[in-house]
């Protein structure tokens, strides 16, 4: 007994089915249903089975992170090469523009940490130069310079210049080296200086209630030759503001 609906059968009526020799109902390369490989992907083919404009991921190398950036931000945060960092954080900004190379954070970085970094440097330096400027030393001092006085817990004086016609708390009357009677500055400063100054000079220094001080670099070991300063202040303590000699 033959099958009605075998579409193999020759001796059956097509009865209304479609193309009886494909079985799925497709003509071979119509593309249509579901046999058809054509336009199995909209817009993609072969060349691109992403199709649809996607991006193929294969198509384009990883980007490097730019060493240059990385380096600058390293020495940005030393504090003497802070001036090369941020050189090449510079540097870095245009080589990391427009996504051409990974790590502009580094150069942003580099770039800003380096200026900040210099500037701060450029200002210690300054400091420590005008500080060398105006610390008064045996070495350096003169008769006629004012000065400001500290003494330290330890009895250490240190003393800094300052413009005779500004407050200031003392005044450099004498410098010299110590001779034969280097112990009398130990035990009397205030004379040995006295007995150095123009007797004109000691005069105006001892009736105007001034108090003469003697400083050396070792008090406590005091040999023929060391330098020392006598300065004068304010019998009372209070601040001088025009030269005293």
Known sequence: MSNPYDPYNPSQPNQGQ???????GSEPGSGQGYGGYGGGYAGGGYD??????????????????????????VLSLTCCLSVVGAVLGFIGLGRTKGGKRKGRWAAISAAIIGVLGTLAFAGIIVAVVIAAKTV????NAEAGQCV?????????VSMSKKDCDEKHEAEIVYVGKAGEDASALESEAGNVCVDRLDPEDAATL???????????????????????ICYAEDGGGADLTEPIL
């Open 136 to 139: 008064v030393t045996p070495d």
């Open 48 to 73: 691109n089975p992403y199709g649809g404009g996607a991006p193929n991921p294969y198509g384009e190398a990883p980007k490097k992170t730019d060493a240059v950036s990385i380096t600058g931000f």
């Open 206 to 228: 001892t009736d105007g209630g001034y108090r003469i001080n003697a400083v050396i670099d070792d008090p406590a070991d005091i040999s023929t030759g060391d330098k020392f």
């Open 18 to 24: 479609p193309n009886q020799g494909q079985p799925y």
């Open 148 to 156: 400001n006085v500290d003494t330290d817990d330890d009895d250490n």
